[in-house]
């Protein structure tokens, strides 16, 4: 899953197809998993399936077919969309109230943006630090950066470095690893701090909405995963007073304090495949994507929790494979809104499901070539983001 769209090429997009979006005001209903607090959009009063679905293509971030829209987020009645692909020097953050006429940000943007989130009343970004996102063959590098917005994506404070960058060659070579991250994968808000996740398997948190960060681990042998290859944290989220995270070799881990974090691996993940994003569906339990079309959803925190080396999935149950329709495409993204969920991939491939189990395929705008990375749901509006700086979007409004 690499990277977005192309930086700032003064304009905005109106596109030729007549979607629209409330965006102000009303009380919030995005995804489960998100947010803290209202998120600034009225939600539509009727719950219609996302089935119909439009290709918008934004022209500051599709110079190049390999810029991307690596994620998007929803808040305070806006979306935020960032991307780039560090090889062609692209790197944008950009918003839209409605879905449809995107503009440039404004900021000191140093590379590609990986992620971007939303909590507190504030936008949270990062990017990819300086090592190029091709492993640890890189050289020396500096750790990604911070960026946080008040203003609904408009303007942007940072970057903001966390930790040391890493020295030397291959892992083979003598590289040593910082305490910074390689590339921020993904962002989290919940109980009043934020957890970042990334490569070789450090995390880094800020306990002031973004101001400044504390990488987790000071030491390696600490951290959930060894430094190197197929060794990302990919996503976290924060659930009923517990930190959850999720990433490559089927790694999945929990922690009550922010300080203690117990590894639980989840059997038959090969090293090359990977959970990517993880939710909590509206029955409580939580609904996991991964590599090779795979859908988790895990029922039971207490024995999650409890049995940490024991049965067959460790509390987590594989849906069957006709539940998705994807084939054998990894699943990048889910989202939660307006009463169904949504999964995107690669392959331009999408689907949605109503009760987070079994899922529909819909007719994709986009070509098999075109994989998609980001998703977000605010005000009756699903938008996705992927390669060549496409961005697809469904409106369910009323």
Same mark, same amino acid.
């Not at 998120?39 to 996302?50: D, I, K, L």
């Not at 400044?212 to 989220?237: H, K, V």
């Given at each position: 899953?690499?990277?977005?769209?192309?930086?700032?090429?003064?304009?905005?997009?109106?596109?030729?197809?007549?979607?629209?979006?409330?965006?102000?005001?009303?009380?919030?209903?995005?995804?489960?998993?998100?947010?803290?607090?209202?998120?600034?959009?009225?939600?539509?009063?009727?719950?219609?399936?996302?089935?119909?679905?439009?290709?918008?293509? @934004?022209?500051?971030?599709?110079?190049?077919?390999?810029?991307?829209?690596?994620?998007?987020?929803?808040?305070?009645?806006?979306?935020?969309?960032?991307?780039?692909?560090?090889?062609?020097?692209?790197?944008?953050?950009?918003?839209?109230?409605?879905?449809?006429?995107?503009?440039?940000?404004?900021?000191?943007?140093?590379?590609?943006?990986?992620?971007?989130?939303?909590?507190?009343?504030?936008?949270?970004?990062?990017?990819?630090?300086?090592?190029?996102?091709?492993?640890?063959?890189?050289?020396?590098?500096?750790?990604?950066?911070?960026?946080?917005?008040?203003?609904?994506?408009?303007?942007?404070?940072?970057?903001?470095?966390?930790?040391?960058?890493?020295?030397?060659?291959?892992?083979?070579?003598?590289?040593?690893?910082?305490?910074?991250?390689?590339?921020? @994968?993904?962002?989290?808000?919940?109980?009043?701090?934020?957890?970042?996740?990334?490569?070789?398997?450090?995390?880094?948190?800020?306990?002031?909405?973004?101001?400044?960060?504390?990488?987790?681990?000071?030491?390696?042998?600490?951290?959930?995963?060894?430094?190197?290859?197929?060794?990302?944290?990919?996503?976290?989220?924060?659930?009923?007073?517990?930190?959850?995270?999720?990433?490559?070799?089927?790694?999945?881990?929990?922690?009550?304090?922010?300080?203690?974090?117990?590894?639980?691996?989840?059997?038959?993940?090969?090293?090359?495949?990977?959970?990517?994003?993880?939710?909590?569906?509206?029955?409580?339990?939580?609904?996991?994507?991964?590599?090779?079309?795979? @859908?988790?959803?895990?029922?039971?925190?207490?024995?999650?929790?409890?049995?940490?080396?024991?049965?067959?999935?460790?509390?987590?149950?594989?849906?069957?494979?006709?539940?998705?329709?994807?084939?054998?495409?990894?699943?990048?993204?889910?989202?939660?809104?307006?009463?169904?969920?949504?999964?995107?991939?690669?392959?331009?491939?999408?689907?949605?499901?109503?009760?987070?189990?079994?899922?529909?395929?819909?007719?994709?705008?986009?070509?098999?070539?075109?994989?998609?990375?980001?998703?977000?749901?605010?005000?009756?509006?699903? @938008?996705?983001?992927?390669?060549?700086?496409?961005?697809?979007?469904?409106?369910?409004?009323?």
């Amino acid at each position: 899953m690499k990277g977005l769209f192309k930086a700032f090429a003064v304009a905005a997009i109106a596109a030729v197809i007549g979607l629209g979006i409330t965006a102000c005001g009303g009380p919030g209903g995005g995804p489960i998993n998100g947010g803290g607090g209202d998120n600034g959009f009225v939600e539509p009063s009727t719950p219609r399936a996302p089935e119909m679905w439009h290709h918008v293509h @934004i022209a500051f971030f599709g110079v190049h077919l390999d810029d991307r829209v690596w994620s998007i987020a929803a808040g305070t009645g806006s979306f935020v969309a960032v991307g780039g692909w560090r090889p062609n020097g692209t790197h944008a953050v950009i918003h839209s109230t409605d879905g449809i006429t995107w503009t440039p940000a404004a900021g000191n943007f140093r590379t590609e943006l990986r992620t971007v989130a939303y909590g507190n009343r504030r936008f949270i970004a990062a990017d990819v630090g300086t090592f190029g996102d091709f492993g640890v063959n890189a050289g020396n590098y500096e750790p990604a950066a911070f960026y946080f917005s008040t203003d609904g994506g408009l303007t942007w404070q940072g970057p903001i470095v966390v930790g040391t960058g890493g020295q030397g060659g291959s892992a083979a070579e003598g590289w040593i690893p910082g305490t910074g991250l390689r590339s921020v @994968i993904n962002i989290a808000y919940g109980d009043g701090r934020w957890l970042a996740v990334g490569l070789d398997g450090q995390m880094v948190y800020s306990v002031n909405d973004g101001v400044s960060w504390t990488p987790m681990f000071d030491n390696i042998e600490d951290r959930l995963l060894p430094p190197g290859e197929d060794s990302a944290i990919r996503d976290a989220i924060f659930v009923d007073g517990t930190w959850i995270v999720v990433g490559d070799r089927g790694m999945t881990a929990w922690s009550n304090d922010f300080q203690t974090w117990n590894t639980v691996m989840v059997p038959n993940f090969s090293d090359a495949q990977s959970f990517q994003r993880v939710i909590q569906r509206r029955d409580g339990a939580l609904i996991a994507v991964s590599s090779n079309a795979n @859908i988790y959803i895990l029922d039971d925190m207490e024995r999650f929790k409890k049995d940490t080396a024991d049965s067959e999935h460790q509390g987590w149950r594989l849906l069957p494979a006709w539940s998705n329709a994807f084939g054998n495409a990894d699943i990048y993204n889910i989202a939660y809104g307006n009463g169904y969920y949504v999964i995107l991939g690669s392959g331009g491939n999408i689907g949605y499901s109503n009760d987070g189990e079994t899922f529909n395929p819909v007719n994709s705008p986009v070509s098999a070539m075109t994989a998609l990375y980001g998703l977000a749901y605010g005000g009756g509006m699903w @938008i996705g983001g992927g390669r060549g700086g496409a961005l697809v979007i469904s409106n369910v409004q009323d």
